[in-house]
């Protein structure tokens, strides 16, 4: 499958006119970087000081030490920790705008409203504050002051976040470990400094640094931001709408939104809507808003916007040239989209201050200013939307239907219908009696060196027909729905007697007149929180450690910092967590070793590395067996 772009009809209709038209498309950039370079896939290539570069002969007999004396396994454990690292800063980042704008919002200084007080309130509980006779706002801010003090803590103290949100037992490893993390600022500081020339050269002490980041990006990266986006803008419930290309409709004006933090993108939906007006004094029938990458999931989770499609093919969404303005926000977008843009009508449009490209149109964006930017940008695609050239047009008929909003408080809410006063016993019953016969999680990107969502779809088709429930977030996400994994037909072509008959039973409990897809769509990757809270009460539920859990965790077609360190996050879990393409670690055995084996006895997980979707299918359902066998339940 290696030589096929892309699973995904509707892209591939479109590669011959992004050829035709002159788009260059990632698919083209990938060949023409062929081949890469080996030292850099191995991981071996140090630039940490500027004697270097140095790169290691990990086969023949070239040199086996940088010019300081630093060896593969220290090049390969420093790279490997700086990428973490980075993934980590990225979340945290996230987080942090989110705190801030909770914050303006409670205090009456930003158009924000603090939608969902249920869930605020839970979450001070969490932190032991008293919640009666206080206004939603004087808890908010209580919230948000808890959420200064781990950034502005400057002692040893660990992270509350962390503290009150993860496993008691897990806890207790990460102690014994001496990787609780503290100020999340500090550690990824601390991350940069001890990988910088002379510094640490231990792999195992730099390896269980990495576990840290992941800690840090699981909990004041993802949960912070999820809390505080759900407080923000609502828990998510369930949204029946519809995924790919074919979203897009011709006579509308098409509003993309692209990146990660759902600040923007909210009020974006709430402009599209009040300007319709608008857009059809300008001819067309009105504005639809879709959804690219995690903006595109946090929109689709609270407000049922449509999923347009994933990281790979966010240039081809141009190249159906109905697409009259696309605004980004942070990460997972690519340079490239101006120039892809420039051989149609399509406007870019940027927002943040750390993300601009040449060629796009720079909108800033701040809370104070939020409405304002949204109906400058709105107006901008109707105004866009008169630029369009039909004859460019071509709008691929593939869409699927999906249900999405599996927030756990929705999993929760559907569960109830069957046992109000313990909800999770169905699904832990139906865990235990084998018809589930475990739960894994997939989530993260596309990345071009594998065909476009053939990992994730083949991985997940084996898994479901082999009973196991699957969960997913992100560009993931975007793949099992572009493919009808998240719809009731799902249920009924994909998945295994066992599971069938729960997913059905549970839908129709539930209300919903139908079964529940085979695939439970939680969100975002900052969204992953959510499948930890999902993990941490079942095994609070159980009773046992989150690494005997028969769960585990993949990201088939990882390409982002971001999937390394949540992966690493989900290893900290407890939970075998597969890789689909091989991160540049192999040019380190002990390394390599560390991370898919000799950690697990004293952290409880790691990494399984499978290019192969079938076979990662058997290696995950082995693992679950094993874990099942263990806990005594039957196979
Ligand atoms: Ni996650 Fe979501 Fe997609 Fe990967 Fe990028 S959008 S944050 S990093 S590519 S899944
Ligand atoms: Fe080379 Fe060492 Fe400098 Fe890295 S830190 S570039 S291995 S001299």
């Not at 916007?305 to 696309?326: H, K, S, Y």
């Not at 082999?466 to 993931?476: E, I, K, Q």
Request: hydrophobic share 45%.
């Amino acid at each position: 499958m290696k030589s096929q772009k892309s699973i995904d009809p509707a892209v591939l209709e479109l590669l011959p006119k992004a050829a035709l038209d002159g788009a260059e498309t990632v698919w083209d950039r990938h060949e023409a970087q062929q081949p890469q370079c080996g030292f850099g896939s191995l991981g071996v290539c140090c630039r940490h000081c500027v004697q270097g570069p140095c790169r290691i002969d990990p086969f023949g007999t070239g040199p086996k030490k940088g010019i300081c004396g630093a060896n593969a396994d220290t090049i390969v454990a420093r790279n490997l920790l700086r990428q973490v690292a980075g993934g980590a800063a990225a979340h945290v980042d996230h987080a942090y705008e989110a705190v801030e704008a909770l914050e303006l919002a409670a205090n009456g200084e930003i158009n924000y409203t603090i939608t969902d007080e249920t869930k605020l309130q839970q979450i001070a509980r969490g932190f032991g504050l008293e919640i009666s006779g206080k206004s939603k706002a004087e808890l908010a801010l209580e919230v948000v002051e808890v959420a200064y003090a781990d950034l502005a803590n400057h002692g040893n103290k660990p992270v509350q976040w962390l503290m009150a949100n993860a496993p008691k037992e897990r806890i207790a490893v990460w102690k014994s470990l001496g990787i609780l993390p503290r100020n999340p600022d500090r550690e990824i500081r601390e991350a940069m400094h001890q990988t910088t020339m002379g510094m640490d050269a231990d792999p195992v002490n730099l390896v269980l640094a990495t576990a840290k980041q992941g800690l840090v990006d699981g909990y004041s990266g993802l949960k912070l931001a999820t809390d505080m986006q759900d407080i923000l803008f609502g828990t998510p419930t369930p949204v029946v709408t519809e995924a790919n290309l074919g979203v897009l409709k011709e006579d509308y004006v098409n509003l993309i939104v692209h990146g990660h933090v759902p600040l923007l993108s909210e009020k974006i939906v709430y402009w599209a809507g009040k300007l319709q007006e608008e857009a059809i004094l300008a001819g067309a029938k009105g504005i639809l808003v879709s959804g690219i990458c995690c903006t595109g999931n946090e929109v689709l989770m609270r407000k049922g916007i449509p999923l347009v499609t994933n990281f790979l093919a966010q240039e081809i969404a141009i190249v159906t040239g109905a697409v009259d303005t696309m605004i980004v926000d942070v990460q997972c977008i690519m340079p490239s989209l101006t120039q892809v843009a420039s051989c149609y009508h399509t406007e870019i449009v940027t927002t943040m201050p750390i993300v601009k490209l040449p060629g796009a149109t720079h909108v800033p964006f701040t809370l104070e200013s939020a409405d304002e930017t949204a109906q400058e940008i709105v107006r901008k695609a109707i105004t866009s939307y008169g630029r369009r050239d039909s004859k460019k047009i071509k709008i691929p008929n593939y869409k699927r239907k999906i249900m999405a909003g599996f927030s756990v408080e929705a999993i929760i809410g559907a569960l109830s219908a069957v046992d109000p006063d313990q909800p999770l016993k169905p699904l832990v019953d139906n865990i235990v009696n084998g018809n589930i016969l475990g739960v894994v999680a997939t989530v993260g990107c596309n990345n071009v060196k594998v065909t476009q969502d053939f990992m994730h779809v083949e991985l997940v088709k084996e898994l479901v027909k082999n009973n196991v429930l699957v969960v997913a977030t992100g560009c993931s996400a975007h793949a099992l729905a572009k493919a009808g994994l998240m719809n009731s037909e799902g249920t009924e072509t994909y998945a295994g007697e066992g599971l069938k008959a729960v997913l059905c039973a549970i839908g129709q409990a539930a209300g919903l007149g139908a079964p529940l897809p085979p695939v439970l769509h939680m969100g975002s990757c900052v969204d992953n929180s959510r499948i930890g809270d999902l993990v941490t009460a079942i095994a609070a539920y159980l009773n046992v450690d989150t690494s005997l859990l028969p769960v585990a965790a993949s990201a088939p077609e990882l390409q982002h910092e971001k999937a390394l360190s949540i992966g690493t996050w989900a290893v900290t879990m407890g939970l075998t967590t597969h890789l689909g393409v091989v991160p540049p670690v192999l040019g380190s055995k002990a390394v390599t070793e560390l991370l898919t084996n000799g950690l697990t006895d004293v952290i409880g997980g790691k990494f399984y590395v499978e290019t192969d979707p079938l076979k990662a299918a058997q290696g995950l359902l082995e693992d679950i067996r094993a874990k099942r066998k263990k806990l005594g339940l039957p196979n």
